[in-house]
Every structure is written in C-alpha cells, then in structure tokens.
C-alpha cells in the first residue's frame, strides 16, 4: 500500500486539482455538475463492484478484505434518488466507457489497484463532504452526500482497516507491479472524466 501510495502521487495531484475536484472541496460544484460526477460514478462503482465479486469468487485472497461493505453503488443511487436523476436517463462519459472497459477486462492485481483509487478517495471525499455540507447549509446532514461520506466518523479506521489488510496478502512483485499500473491508469481516467464532466 506504500508503494501504492508513492507510485500515484503526482497523479492525486493532478486529479484533486482539476477544477470540478476544486469546486467540490470548495463547496461550489453546480447542482447539474454534482449530478453528472455521481452517474459518471454509477457507471463505475456498479462495474467495479461485479468485477470484485467475480475475482473475489475465483480467488479466496480477496475475501479477506471484506469488500461488500465497503461497496458505493447503493449510497450513488440514494445521492442520485435525492438529486433528482433517474437512472435510465444516465450518459457515461468517453472516459467512463473506457474504465469500465478496462475494469471488466481487468485480472485481479490491476482489479485491486483500480479498487484502491476509490477506496482511498474516500479519505477526500469526506473532507469534501463535510464543505458541501457546510455549502449547503445542512452541516449534520448526509443526505446526497452518501458516496462522498459513507462511513462518517469510522472513515479513518475503515481505511486503515483496508490497508492493512491489503498488506496482509502475498502480492507477487509481479502482482504489485501490475497493480501500480492499474491504479495509475485509474487516476488519469478519473482525471479525464472531470474534466469531460465540465466541458459537457
Ligand atoms: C477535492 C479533491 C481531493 C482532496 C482534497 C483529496 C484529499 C485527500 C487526502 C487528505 C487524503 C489522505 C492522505 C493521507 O491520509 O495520507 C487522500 C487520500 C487519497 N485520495 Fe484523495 N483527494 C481528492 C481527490 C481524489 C480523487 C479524485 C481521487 C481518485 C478518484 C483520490 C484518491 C485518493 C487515494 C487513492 C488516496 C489514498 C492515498 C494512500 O494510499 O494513502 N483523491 N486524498
């Protein structure tokens, strides 16, 4: 997870200082902005979740990690639900196709790299659920905030938990080299996707 961590952090700056991410920690995304970042998130979470319930069936490392309670999809689509967005009606992105196709193609180390950029954007995301909050003027309300902040004060223990069970399993250097490339790729798409959400 060190190396995890080392390995993307040119890109993490690159990804929070896209403007939409700068809106959204500054409390000021526009309404019809907010709603596209949570579908273009739909499109990915309900991808990445199938994916890591088919590998964690074919590989029993991955059931240690306690995924499914973790997952986003159901907190995306309570968000979605209160913002008003139907889910038929939800366009991805080119970014969006593309990471979705490179997640269903995905083996499980660059899975579990690709899975490691979300989960680790919690750690952001409550920072940046705590100023929409604020915006908002709803300071102890979650509400349309579930996927940015889905387990409150527990986040901080929730992401150690993670990594150190992630760092319990035997990766190969093979696997950690591959998942690396799985988490850099992430970032760039994620980087991608913002900016597709604001020239939209
Ligand atoms: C407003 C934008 C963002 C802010 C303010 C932000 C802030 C943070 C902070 C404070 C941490 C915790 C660092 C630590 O405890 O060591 C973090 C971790 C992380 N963030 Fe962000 N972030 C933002 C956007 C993103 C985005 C867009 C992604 C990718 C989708 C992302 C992925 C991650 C990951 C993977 C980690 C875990 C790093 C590790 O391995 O410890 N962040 N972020």
Known sequence: MGRLKADTAEQH??????????????????????????????????????????????????????????????NIEADLAHVGAET????????TKALTDFIRQADVAPLMGIYYVFEGSKNGGTMVANSLAKAWNQPEDRTGLRYLNPHGEAQRATWMQFRRKMNTIAWTDEEQAAMIQGAQTTFDLVAQIDDETYAA
Do not use: V
């Open 13 to 74: 700056i690159i990804a929070e200082s896209k403007p939409l991410e700068a809106d959204l920690i500054e409390g000021k995304i526009r309404p019809e902005h907010y709603r596209d970042y949570l579908a273009q998130r739909w499109f990915i979470h309900r991808e990445l979740e199938a994916a890591t319930d088919r590998a964690a069936a074919l590989d029993s490392r991955l059931s240690t990690l306690g995924l499914p309670e973790l997952y986003q999809t159901a």
């Open 88 to 95: 038929a009606s939800l366009k991805p992105h080119p970014g």
